[in-house]
């Protein structure tokens, strides 16, 4: 199918976007990278009177340093932070997690901006988001403002942000040097959506004990959804294989309706989760110093 007809616009600044967006009163939508809106369109699941394009305002493509961690703008290329250097080395997760979105030609267009949000539930950066305690800087009629991730995904496609609002930068803190990570995912083919997926950190102290566990899993419920009961059963224990095992089956056992499609039925969602969960665990405690 083709997409509706719809007006284009490409203005060169936030505040041409923010004026645009307020004069058509919800019937815009911006486009960043379009891999995710352009098929919306063609399928005509999306109709807006006005196409905002975000591609053309300088600014907002950039990775910087930011007290020690990251500010990333709205319409950097998936594939950037693929490359970067800084990323790698202040966040390895964010760069180890962008390999697995889609492939490389859809990774060059899409943003992180854009997939943050669309807010897809099998997607890779609304669950780094929470995992690494992004905030997310929006730019809207009365000025900025800043979202905690975990305030942000509210159910699926669907966030804290208003129509006439515009993601703008995430910011992440340094990843903790004695921290490790695991980020890790099931899918048909490498580069479809995950049918379930996990992105793991822990600190372990010098006597072998977790001091700080975060488990967030994707692809099994609306939003990304952090697992706080195995979290806490971590915290302050010896880490070891067997209580990488409670976790993982703790984890499949707080999953009361996982999603259910053609994809996955809800037990082997569940199932994975757990699996997933336990390797993670494993990996990121190997990883941790
Ligand atoms: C074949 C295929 C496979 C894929 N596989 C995966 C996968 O395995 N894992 C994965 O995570 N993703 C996957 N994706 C999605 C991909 O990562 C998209 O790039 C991403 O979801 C959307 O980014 P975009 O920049 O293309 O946004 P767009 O498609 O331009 O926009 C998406 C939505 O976000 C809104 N939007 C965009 N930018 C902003 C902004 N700055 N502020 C406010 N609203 C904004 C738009 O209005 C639209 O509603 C896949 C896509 C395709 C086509």
Known sequence: MKAPVFEYAAPQSVEEALSLLGACQGESKIIAGGQSLMPLLNMRLARPDLLVDIGRIAGLDYIRDADGGLAIGAMTRQSDIERSALVAQRQPMLAAGTRFIAHPQIRNRGTIGGSISHADPAAVYPALAVALDMQIEVAGPAGHRSVDAADFFITYLTTALEPDEILVELRLPGFPPRAGWSFKEVSRRHGDFALAGVAATMEVDSSGVCSFARIVLFGV??????????EQLLLGSKVEQSLFEEAGAMTSDTLDEPLSD????????????????????????????
């Open 221 to 230: 419920a609306a939003v990304p959804l952090r697992v706080e009961a195995a």
């Open 262 to 289: 053609i994809h996955a039925s809800a037990d082997y969602r569940r199932h994975l989760a757990g699996v997933l969960t336990r390797r993670a665990l494993a990996e990121a405690a190997g990883r941790a110093a």
